[in-house]
């Protein structure tokens, strides 16, 4: 049964290789490969989660921006 992507979690993580963190979630935890862009991005699927493994090159670009943290105010240091 296929899943709508509107049902999907989605959860983005940065890695320092794409290539073998494709492999990883591939052969060890059962995920199947949906998009890869390797060494900058690839997408892994299991169930309703959606992997985006982000390499160096894709946040070099400034592509995946991250948003800032609502626990910290500007000007003040992280815990």
């Known amino acids: ?3 709508a992507s509107t049902e999907l979690a989605s959860v983005r993580y940065l890695v320092d290789d794409v290539d073998k963190a494709i492999d990883f979630y591939t052969t060890h935890l059962g ?3 949906g998009i890869n862009a390797a060494p900058a ?3 892994v699927l ?3 989660l959606r992997l985006l493994l ?3 090159p894709a ?3 400034g592509r995946w921006p991250t948003a ?3 626990h ?4 003040t240091a992280s815990i």
């Not at 910290?72 to 000007?75: D, E, F, I, S, V």
């Open 31 to 33: 995920f199947t490969l």
């Open 41 to 43: 991005f690839a997408e």
């Open 68 to 70: 800032p943290s609502p």
């Open 1 to 3: 049964m296929a899943i």
């Open 46 to 48: 299991r169930g309703p």
């Open 59 to 61: 946040r070099a670009r």
């Open 72 to 75: 910290r105010a500007a000007g």
């Open 54 to 56: 982000s390499g160096p």
